[in-house]
């Protein structure tokens, strides 16, 4: 007893003997507290420079400078390879930081369960009221292509980023363009259609591409006059059944004739004086013309565009 107690001593007056930077090295296997804690430090130190807990360095050629490992196999409770708290101001629970020249990573997370369950590579949250869950920032200045955030699935059905919006809140919120890249990559909508350009390219020969419009809600095709016995005026009723507000309609009408030579090119002449369209409601529109003769073998067509979809009927009308 008393050479183990000589031997304590001494390993306590060789420890304070040390100088306070050197390396404290703990042949420490197997240690268990009753508390839960197997090793603890508390640096007390309260000055304004930078101080550590603990600081630890791996050098090396698979070196890891800290390794948690949790190995309790209990349901239904929360276990943590580690767990990192910073309470002040501007505390940040966990840096990481890579100096690799090859293949540099700040902070990698890798969730290894292949089965049939919920398993997160990386799981964020913030509750503040200014909580940012994850801020991606590429600090690079270079004309370079660098990148806030990268994410990707190999999955066949793989999702890169999924967004949930909440009941008073959008999935996303982009300041600043959104590029979409890859052949035949777009925008796909709950009913499966897909949007691919924002404004479909036609060919027009030798004079290169033109910007289509977007497809009218409603087209009534060319429709042929006169209706009925000759009179000053004649009318027909189309029926569109749009819905929503009128106001939001944007209304276009053409004429053609059929002459000795032929059909002529669609004119807007006479439209509004001797043509002309009336009566217009949310299903549908009377389209006037003079009831003469020699008005025989001239068409109407009348389209209609929506101006705020999302107050229509529900349909996309080509949108």
Same mark, same amino acid.
Not at 247 to 256: A, H, L, S
């Given at each position: ?143 370079? *292509? ?135 409601? *949310? ?37």
């Amino acid at each position: 007893m008393t050479t183990r107690i000589l031997m304590t001593i001494l390993l306590a007056l060789s420890l304070m003997s040390l100088a306070a930077k050197a390396d404290l090295i703990l042949p420490y296997e197997g240690s268990i507290s009753e508390a839960g804690e197997a090793f603890r430090v508390n640096n007390t130190y309260t000055g304004t420079t930078r101080s550590y807990g603990g600081y630890f360095e791996a050098a090396g050629a698979e070196g890891r400078g800290v390794y948690g490992r949790c190995t309790s196999t209990l349901a239904d409770v929360n276990n943590y390879g580690g767990f990192f708290y910073a309470a002040g101001p501007k505390g940040r629970g966990v840096l990481g930081q890579s100096a690799g020249e090859q293949e540099g990573i700040g902070v990698k997370g890798y969730a290894s369960n292949t089965g049939d369950i919920l398993n997160f590579g990386g799981h964020f949250r913030a509750d503040g009221l200014q909580g940012i869950g994850v801020y991606g920032l590429a600090h690079s200045v270079a004309d370079t *292509t660098n990148y806030g955030g990268w994410f990707q699935a190999n999955g066949q059905r793989g999702i890169g980023v999924y967004a949930l919006g909440g009941p008073h809140g959008y999935a996303g919120e982009f300041e600043g363009d959104v590029k979409i890249t890859g052949r035949g990559h777009g925008i796909v909508f709950p009913d499966g259609t897909r949007q691919t350009t924002a404004a479909a390219v036609v060919s027009t020969g030798g004079t290169g591409s033109v910007a289509c419009a977007a497809k009218p809600a409603y087209d009534s095709g060319w429709v042929a006059t006169p209706w009925g016995s000759p009179s000053d005026t004649l009318q027909k009723q189309l029926t569109h059944n749009l819905g929503g507000n009128a106001d939001d309609y944007v209304v276009d009408i053409q004429k053609q004739q059929n002459t000795i030579a032929g059909p002529q090119p669609p004119t807007n002449r006479g439209l509004g004086t001797t043509f002309y369209y009336s009566g217009l409601t *949310t299903t549908g529109i009377t389209i006037s013309g003079p009831g003469s003769a020699i008005d025989a073998g001239t068409y109407l067509r009348v389209r209609i565009w929506l101006t705020n979809c999302d107050g229509g009927s529900g349909d996309d009308h080509g949108y």
